[in-house]
């Protein structure tokens, strides 16, 4: 076992992660069995899982360099506070003292990131965009996460939303309602929490074999477009077009060499990638040149990954 570890945590829309991780790779991980709407609350429950982790592995807190929260919201990661969270998740996760708990719970320092920038901190170390200064990314789950990485570093600004919230860049002018107050944003148009609403306002879902379900994600639309079902087709390739709107947006406001897709979706990457590219290709304008869009290499585990360099772990 190597002498320099460190504590990865991510905390997403969906699921929350626990891994030890060293100084090239995720060690192990266990997802949180956690429904809990409250960040305190979920937190008792990392640091059970996390001290499971260590006790499995033979080694202490203050064997570990320090602890990385990735956070599905926007984050102060200067001062480690959360500052604004998706809506009806983590309400209180404003008021959480993140670094105090750390401190708490295992006696180490804390580093915060959002979600979506720390899996481009791992992609960019280990995975898709590796080699690459300047790269966008966008998550496509439960929401629709985006980061941007400018010659080689995180894009930043005062008020910590600069390359974030790009599930909240309007696509549609008439688009539907979102949570976050506007309307026509990429998420409010095709992300998982928006689905179900999308396929039951879906002329001819009445017919459709999904109006049978009692929950629609996207594994549950592939499942349904893979069976044939006309409605799961049209939603899918409606979603693919909002996917791709939004990717021929960041690449032109963030000009990247990569565009890094990830999140739940890209699970189905043989369906969405090539349907996405095709768009984006006709519409973006890029003189001379072709910006590669790629799914994650490191899926699920990026923001894991991410945290091998937050740290200071990475060799």
Not at 48 to 75: Q, Y
Not at 77 to 90: D, E, I, Q, S
């Amino acid at each position: 076992m190597t002498d320099r570890l460190g504590i990865a945590v991510e905390v997403g829309g969906g699921h929350t992660t626990c891994a030890l991780v060293d100084g090239s790779r995720v060690l192990d991980r266990t997802l949180v069995d956690c429904v809990s709407t409250s960040l305190a609350k979920t937190l008792e429950t990392v640091e059970v899982s996390v001290r499971t982790l260590l006790a499995a592995a033979g080694v202490e807190p203050e064997d570990c360099i320090g602890v990385s929260v990735a956070f599905c919201g926007i984050v102060d990661a200067g001062n480690g506070r959360v500052l604004a969270t998706p809506h009806g998740k983590f309400e209180d996760a404003i008021e959480v003292d993140l670094a105090g708990w750390s401190r708490d719970a295992f006696g180490l320092q804390l580093r915060l990131e959002n979600d979506a920038r720390q899996a481009l901190l791992g992609e960019h170390w280990a995975g898709a965009a590796r080699g690459v200064q300047d790269v966008a990314l966008i998550t496509l789950g439960t929401g629709i996460g985006g980061a941007a990485m400018v010659d080689g570093r995180l894009l930043a600004s005062r008020h910590h939303q600069a390359g974030v919230i790009g599930g909240h860049i309007p696509v549609s002018i008439d688009g539907r309602a979102c949570r976050c107050g506007g309307s026509g944003c990429a998420e409010a148009e095709a992300s998982t929490w928006a689905l179900p609403l999308i396929c039951a306002e879906w002329a001819g879902f009445a017919e459709s074999s999904l109006a049978r379900e009692e929950r629609i994600d996207y594994e549950t639309l592939f499942r349904h477009y893979d069976a044939g079902d006309a409605v799961a087709t049209a939603v899918l390739e409606r979603s693919c077009d909002v996917w791709a709107t939004l990717a021929v947006t960041l690449i032109h406001a963030y000009d990247p060499e990569v565009l890094v897709l990830g999140g739940a979706v890209m699970r189905r990457s043989e369906e969405v990638l090539p349907r996405i590219r095709a768009r984006a290709y006709d519409r973006a304008w890029t003189p001379g040149r072709r910006v590669r869009i790629e799914p994650t290499t490191l899926g699920d585990d990026a923001p894991l990954y991410g945290a091998i360099p937050l740290l200071g772990l990475a060799a």
